[in-house]
């Protein structure tokens, strides 16, 4: 199989306008998400897809691979799925950019569903971290997943899921990582599929595969490193950083 990463990279944010050229001791961040995904050694090529001729010129600028988008696109898997349409490969591996702590451990795990998926039941795999604290848990910018038993993913949610009714019946909640890897079809298929009212209520792009009868396999990884949607987790990033 041929493996590359595409890291999407959108300038601005609603939450942290330009996060990705924020300084993350001495680096940018989408410069160091970039080298950490390269620095896996797992992928034939790595390239940032993006909007922004400033983040484009931040990655070529120090020797790395940059795509700019021919169009506006309302999800970082839509943004890859333009890029990967003339490129060579089987799997593609969608890193965010705003995680400078992608970790080779994490990504070989996910990677491994495809080399046991002998019948190609799997259109996509993803991380999930078990999170235990009430606050991270409730917090909306936690993207919550919940699995069936063999861990395939049943639905993603900004709210606790499952709901603690019964705070005693020993739910565990995991949250989930924003690393995917998709059969390259899978992904074309996602950009020509419309987005329904759930993936649009949650705003959570992975639930469009879900509405579509995708199947997603979760893989709980126990790196919990730091992703950069505020001010404050770029404060946390500093600090595990040193």
């Known amino acids: 199989m041929k493996i590359i990463s595409m890291i999407p990279a959108r300038y601005s944010a609603s939450r942290f306008p330009g996060k990705l050229m924020q300084d993350l001791e001495g680096k940018t961040v989408i410069l160091r998400t970039y080298e950490a995904t390269v620095a896996t050694k797992l992928f034939e090529e790595v390239y940032v897809v993006t909007d922004s001729n400033i983040i484009y010129d931040e990655i070529t600028s120090h020797g790395g691979k940059a795509i700019m988008s021919k169009k506006e ?5 839509d943004r890859i799925a333009e890029a990967v349409q003339e490129v060579d490969c089987d799997i593609v591996v969608n890193v965010q950019g705003d995680e400078p702590f992608t970790d080779r451990s994490s990504l070989e795990k996910v990677l491994n569903v495809f080399h046991d998926d002998s019948d190609k039941e799997i259109d996509l795999a993803s991380l999930m971290v078990e999170i235990k ?26 709210s606790p899921i499952p709901y603690p009714r019964d705070k005693n019946a020993g739910a565990r909640y995991f949250k989930h990582k924003g690393i995917y890897a998709f059969r390259k079809q ?11 009212f759930i993936e649009a209520t949650e705003k959570i792009e992975c639930i469009r595969y879900l509405e579509y009868g ?29």
């Not at 917090?139 to 919940?146: A, D, S």
């Not at 899978?186 to 329904?196: C, E, K, V, Y």
């Open 133 to 158: 604290d009430w606050d991270e848990i409730s917090n909306p910018n936690t993207v919550k997943v919940i699995v069936d038993q063999r861990n395939f993913a049943l639905y993603f949610s900004r």
């Open 214 to 242: 995708k199947k997603i396999k979760m893989v709980e990884t126990n790196v919990q490193g730091v992703e950069i949607d505020t001010p404050e987790d770029l404060a946390r990033a500093k600090k595990l950083w040193k």
């Open 186 to 196: 899978a992904l074309i298929d996602f950009s020509n599929l419309p987005m329904q």
């Open 73 to 77: 696109h309302e999800s970082g898997s």
